[in-house]
């Protein structure tokens, strides 16, 4: 069986579960087991298998279609790192003073529940006054120490005091103590570190580039991100991902995110892509606007493979014959009941009663790409002109977006629009298939977005914005037509979502139609395609091998 | 982009060194290339002493004879604009150019669709071609190579100057080698005239060369010689010769003693010391530099130090025959670098790498040619209402317009300030719903953000040189999606983020002529304008404030016809009706001249018997009594004590468009008493309605008047007395004038579709 090669490069400390990278990986492989052309060898740095391995397992890939290849042993300061965050993350973190007052607390505590045990016992009066002896004695010892215990308790709000006012001229070591818990639970923020990961990842592709040199069975590579110049650095028939680059497009909006530590990432794309010889993007759009147009690569190097569509109706769907849709419903609201609890608004969520609520569902993470505002505009307009009582419920986390915060304060929808922040996948296909309306304003993605698919899989309808890569793969004119809207006008975006809540039915029709066309499309499609490029660019090196003699 | 309009495989040669055309054209012929074209205008300074040109190719080529003439009419090196690298783009595959403006080179990147070649002879330390283009284009160069791909070259004449350039050139290097037409010896050396020669030209115009000089004539002070190489400002020197004609430059060749050749730079050669060779003449060099590479290390004319230098030179001026016999036959082997039987190999293999090139790219043209709409944002970046507003909006609707006439698809979207509760729905009422409206705020970027963004957008190298700089926040992506920006005014409160084509509309200067900011206090909007793809005006006496006051080029400089709005929904009164009214429109800026207007109103009222009303008009005029500034309060207390001239006044404020239009459409006339400006619309505006102006003189209004032919009535804005006078006088005959315009006045110019696509074609060159 032919064999080919998946190159990854992920930082330490990624985890490749809560990465879209990493589910497309996952579902790449299950593909590649549905074709049963070729097996594929994963070579990656050594502190990313476990990460690998648990995202496998998880999605159920079959371990025949691949082996996962990388350096020997993780550096030794990641793994000081894992001790240590073992060892923050087994302690209690309480402070010492509420340690010692719950120690005295929990003793006096069992003292007196033994003795209070004890003394119902006692039944005569001589019982209870010698039963009371040791207690006349402890108080009388306690009455002869009062002075230091008040000299002592003076003496700690006096150190109180003096540590409150000199508090300032400690902040060094509130400065390391911060940096100290940065640097465990999100080193990539710190500089430093960042720097240390850099200065790793560049000695494991080394050892990587060394591994896969020996590997004379791979007949080509395939990279699924274009984070990773090292790549270019195989010397073997190359196949280069380039899924976007997102940051060219919304160059103001990620320039007040991520810091000068996205303009590494940025140039490692660039190098990626200018030292890239042969492609493949999700969208016409990307190859033509983004590769071709910005970066000058020839048309006839990039292929595009579409992604197959995704589902969730397997999260939600109640296999019983009798009553599955109902089953469904009430397990999907026992879920979004769950969901709500964990809202940014608790306070207003967490008491919520009525799970039949109406709402529109967004479901995205925050990103300058991703449009928010103008749904919220529209929200908004609709809410408050219109009267459309629905709530609108996203999945991104507002604080952190001071523009949206502002918003919604200057709005004040806060009890409106809900954010359900960090949702499990079931939870998500939960909303999905609660919503009246699934809808996705988003300005730019590298492929269609999956909220087509994803919604009408649990019989949701959907409006979205005319963006290219959507109108590449949703390419019927009345699909389109009921569909779409324009995203750069918020207008446009609440004429259609008023539109579509009253025209539920005839959308739903329109697009179910269509849905099924696309449901034909696998991931075994998808690796097929792309195992039809390593064919042609392996065969195409293996004529040259044979031509040089 | 367009596809060639046939197969013959043509090359622009956009240069005009005369050395480098004798090799390089007969180089490209010998291997097949037949059709070049060669530049017939080239700029005027001394770096292009060496320059000429050479017609003699015109006649290989079998292009349309009025597209040569139209290239041969072009300043390739500065000014080309889009239609010129379109048109290229159908005859031509491949442009070779050297680099004297980033614009130029820019609008090829965006719009040549052939191979463009930048042809590179290597540059003086500490130059090199990265640093040229980084400070020719300000940092904003790199999204230019990243857009061309595989289609840029950096054809390089040595095979070492790339190693010295960033990667975005030295990953497209491609070796096409400078040689000499022919290396053929011509010794006629005799040495007789026992001085050294040295070449420098531009002593004292260049300081490069100066200091060349300067350690020439201390390193050789004692030995006799003479300075070649022509001075662009004469030097006090004998020796040092200047332009000489050619049979006295043959002449030197013959008797001078040798040539000494100073320069120890890696990556640049002049062209002299390969003459020197090929003449005959003994060629003493410094060691460590180009000629290293190409004749090695054992020569005996290399020198490794100037003592070395010095005692050659003195052993040869003594006519140490041994050493000059050596020197001259030994030296000849640099001269097989310049052979062009030994570079012809390359020139073959480097446009065969081209044409292969080329062929994988035909691919692109259907997508390439594909036309998307082009979104167009006209920004309004004060709070501006009333005609400031009217005016932004019509320059909107003339790009809408102007591409419907163009055939282009466009979106245009209008952005003003997003401030609660100051602009109504009312006030775009009447904006065509295809114009897309988007209220903003600004957002300061500090300069590490600023850094991001252009990096983000492209422009890898670009470095920001101010504290802040502003984007328009209209809460989607920054006017990402919009390709061109167009401010209305200069007013911005810092340089805005130079990531996007952007076009000013500038009205006027005015400060230059009233005080009106403290010294310096305008510098950020004259900033704004150096910055700018283009900048418009609607007046010869505005377009001259941005030539000699904003110190903008004339070549990013246009003017437009003033636009007026469409009044074709309005009926001129063809019967000319009696008034007892006229308008004043103003609004409260200190230019709109209110004192010496005030004035006049009075003696015409209080002297002159003024019978006609004054309905004063403009945003805040409704306030001018209430709140009247300091220089206006003595003669609004005047005209408030007395009840008959108050009862003439009528204070209006601000109308809505169509109330504006009925009220001046009824008046007896219109009052223009501003005392300078870059001229009022208003007057067009009633002259569309039959209604006559009486204007202050000042030339903006002058242009207007000669322009639309409105026979407008004239008075002096610093008298108050001839003002008054001048109102006087309309009062009496304003039916004559009417009439006078009735019959003289053309309604057509006004329209708006008349000049849209200029508008249009303006923005879209800029794309």
């Known amino acids: 069986m032919k064999k080919f090669g998946i190159y990854l490069s992920y930082a330490p400390t990624v985890d490749l579960s809560k990465e879209g990278l990493g589910r497309y990986l996952a579902s790449f492989l299950k593909g590649a087991s549905e074709s049963g052309r070729c097996q594929f060898v994963i070579v990656c740095p050594s502190w990313s298998i476990e990460s690998l391995n648990k995202l496998f397992s998880a999605e159920n890939v079959p371990h025949s279609v691949f082996e996962i290849v990388s350096p020997d042993r993780v550096p030794f300061v990641l793994r000081l790192r894992e001790f240590f965050l073992n060892f923050f993350e087994k302690k209690e973190r309480k402070s010492f003073k509420k340690r010692i007052l719950n120690y005295i607390g929990s003793v006096a505590k069992g003292y007196v529940d033994k003795k209070t045990m004890d003394i119902v016992k006692i039944e005569s009066m001589s019982g209870f006054f010698l039963y009371s002896l040791p207690l006349v004695g402890i108080f009388l010892f306690f009455a002869l120490l009062s002075p230091i215990i008040i000299f002592l308790v003076v003496i700690f709000y006096i150190f109180s005091w003096v540590f409150k006012k000199t508090k300032n001229k400690l902040r060094f070591f509130s400065f390391a103590h911060r940096k100290l818990f940065r640097m465990l639970y999100s080193p990539k923020d710190d500089g430093v570190i960042f720097n240390m990961f850099q200065s790793m990842q560049a000695f494991e592709s080394i050892k990587i580039l060394g591994l896969i040199n020996g590997m004379k069975d791979v007949r080509a590579w395939y990279c699924p991100t274009a984070f990773w110049p090292s790549f270019n650095n195989i010397n073997a028939p190359r196949l280069l991902c380039v899924p976007d680059v997102v940051l060219n497009e919304f160059p103001v909006g990620f320039s007040k995110i991520g810091g000068d530590r996205f303009i590494e990432t940025y140039q490692n794309v660039i190098n990626t892509v200018q030292g890239g010889d042969r492609f493949v993007t999700y969208s016409s759009a990307v190859k033509w606007n983004t590769l071709v147009k910005r970066y000058g690569v020839d048309a006839g190097v990039i292929s595009v493979v579409k992604h197959a569509p995704s589902m969730l109706n397997q999260f939600v769907d109640i296999d019983d014959l009798n009553f599955n849709d109902t089953a469904s419903f009430n397990y999907a609201k026992a879920l979004f009941q769950g969901a709500l609890k964990r809202s940014t608004n608790v306070n207003y969520t967490n008491g919520f009663k009525n799970f039949d609520i109406k709402f529109i569902f967004y479901a995205s993470q925050w990103r300058p790409n991703k449009n928010i505002i103008s749904l919220l505009k529209a929200y908004n307009f609709l809410l408050k002109k219109k009267y459309i009582k629905f709530k609108l419920i996203l999945t991104c986390n507002p604080a952190l977006s001071d523009a949206v915060m502002d918003f919604l304060k200057k709005n004040n929808l806060f009890n409106d629009v809900i954010f359900l922040h960090g949702l499990a996948v079931d939870e998500l296909a939960a909303c999905y298939k609660l919503a009246n309306l699934a809808v996705n304003p988003s300005l730019s993605e590298g492929g269609c977005p999956f909220t087509f698919t994803e919604a009408l899989s649990v019989g949701t309808p959907v409006v979205m914005s005319r963006i290219e890569v959507a109108e590449e793969v949703l390419d019927e004119e009345r699909v389109q037509e009921v569909t779409f809207f324009d995203p750069y006008d918020w207008m446009s975006i609440a004429q259609k979502i008023e539109w579509a809540l009253a025209h539920k039915e005839e959308l739903l029709s329109v697009q179910l139609d269509f849905f099924k066309k696309l449901s034909t499309r696998t991931w075994g499609d998808v690796v097929n395609e792309h195992l039809d490029i390593l064919d042609e660019i392996s065969s195409v090196n293996a004529g040259k091998e044979i031509s040089n003699g | ?767």
């Open chain 2, 1 to 767: 982009m367009n596809k060639k309009k046939d197969s013959c495989f043509r090359v622009m040669w956009l240069l005009n060194h005369t050395s480098a055309r004798k090799f390089e054209i007969p180089m490209m012929r010998s291997i097949g290339i037949e059709e070049i074209f060669t530049p017939k205008i080239y700029p005027q300074n001394p770096s292009f002493r060496s320059a000429s040109t050479d017609y003699s190719g015109d006649e290989n080529l079998t292009i349309p004879q009025n597209v040569l003439e139209r290239f041969n009419s072009i300043n390739w090196y500065e000014h080309t604009d889009a239609e010129d690298w379109i048109l290229a783009s159908e005859y031509f595959d491949v442009c070779i150019f050297i680099l004297q403006d980033f614009r130029v080179f820019n609008v090829a990147s965006k719009h040549f669709s052939g191979a463009l070649l930048w042809r590179a002879y290597g540059l003086n330390s500490p130059l090199s071609h990265g640093r040229l283009i980084n400070y020719l284009s300000k940092g904003l160069h790199s999204k230019s190579f990243n857009r061309l791909g595989s289609k840029f070259y950096f054809a390089k004449a040595y095979d070492n100057l790339d190693e010295i350039e960033p990667s975005y050139i030295s990953n497209r290097s491609l070796y096409l080698p400078l040689g000499m037409h022919s290396v053929e010896i011509v010794d006629e050396w005799i040495g007789d005239d026992k001085k050294i020669l040295f070449v420098c030209p531009d002593i004292k115009s260049n300081d490069y060369y100066k200091n060349i000089y300067k350690n020439f004539s201390s390193n050789f002070k004692d030995f006799p010689y003479v300075v070649a190489g022509a001075q662009s400002i004469p030097v006090e020197d004998s020796r040092v010769l200047g332009f000489i004609p050619l049979e006295m430059h043959q002449s030197n060749m013959k008797h001078l003693g040798l040539m000494f050749y100073h320069s120890q730079e890696k990556h640049h050669i002049h062209y002299h010391p390969f003459e020197a060779i090929k003449a005959g003449m003994p060629l003493i060099y410094m060691a460590g530099g180009m000629l290293d590479r190409l004749g090695g290390d054992s020569l005996p004319g290399r020198c490794v130090s100037i003592d070395e230098a010095r005692k050659k030179i003195k052993k040869i001026l003594a006519g140490d025959s041994v050493l000059i016999q050596r020197i001259k036959s030994t030296q000849i082997r640099i001269l097989d670098c310049m052979d062009p039987k030994n570079l012809r190999d390359h020139w073959v293999s480097g446009f065969e790498k081209i044409k292969q090139d080329l062929e994988k790219r035909k691919l692109d043209y259907n997508f390439l040619n594909y036309k998307k709409k082009i979104k167009i944002s006209v920004v309004l970046p004060v709070e501006y209402k009333g005609g400031s507003l009217r005016g932004a909006l019509l320059f909107a609707e003339a790009l809408r317009l102007g591409a419907i006439q163009s055939r282009d698809a466009a979106e245009i979207i209008f952005c003003h300030i997003d401030k609660e509760n100051y602009y109504k729905k009312n006030d775009f009422r009447d904006v065509n719903s295809e114009i897309k409206i988007r209220p903003f705020k600004w957002k300061y970027l500090d300069g590490s953000t600023a850094r991001r963004a252009m990096k983000y957008s492209g422009y890898l190298e670009w470095e920001p040189l101010n504290q802040e700089y502003c984007v328009v926040d209209d809460g989607i992506n920054y006017l990402e999606d919009c390709d061109a920006i167009v401010i209305i005014s200069d007013r911005l409160g810092c340089p805005l983020l130079p990531n996007k084509p952007t076009v000013y509309m500038v009205y006027d200067y005015l400060q230059r002529y009233i005080p009106l900011f403290p010294n310096g206090a305008d510098q950020i909007f004259l900033d704004a304008v150096r910055s700018a793809e283009k900048v418009i005006t609607t007046t010869d006496f505005t377009f001259s404030d941005v030539l000699e006051y904003a110190g903008v080029e004339r070549e990013r400089i246009v003017k437009l016809p003033m636009l007026v709005p469409d009044f074709s929904n309005k009926k001129i009164i063809s019967k000319i009706v009696e008034s007892d009214y006229f308008i004043w429109t103003t609004n409260k800026s200190i230019h709109k001249n209110h004192l010496n207007a005030l004035e006049a109103l009075h003696i015409y009222y209080s002297e002159l018997n003024g019978q006609l009303t004054c309905e004063v008009t403009g945003v805040a005029s409704d306030d001018l009594f209430d709140n009247p500034y300091k220089e206006i309060r003595g003669i609004v207390r005047e005209i408030k004590s007395s009840n008959i001239i108050m009862n003439k006044i009528r204070l209006r404020g601000n109308l809505s468009d169509s109330i504006y239009q009925e009220l001046l459409s009824s008046s007896a006339f219109l009052w223009h008493a501003a005392r300078l400006d870059n001229g009022t619309f208003s007057v067009l505006e009633a002259a569309g309605l039959g209604i006559p102006s009486l204007s202050s003189d000042y030339p903006a209004m002058r242009e207007i008047d000669e322009n639309f032919s409105l026979d407008m009535s004239w008075m002096d804005p610093d008298d108050p007395y001839s003002m008054a006078f001048a109102l006087k006088n309309m009062e009496s005959n304003y039916i004559g004038y009417k009439k006078l315009l009735l019959s003289t006045f053309n309604k057509d110019v006004l329209s708006i579709k008349k000049h849209a696509q200029k508008y249009w074609e303006t923005i879209k060159s800029t794309l």
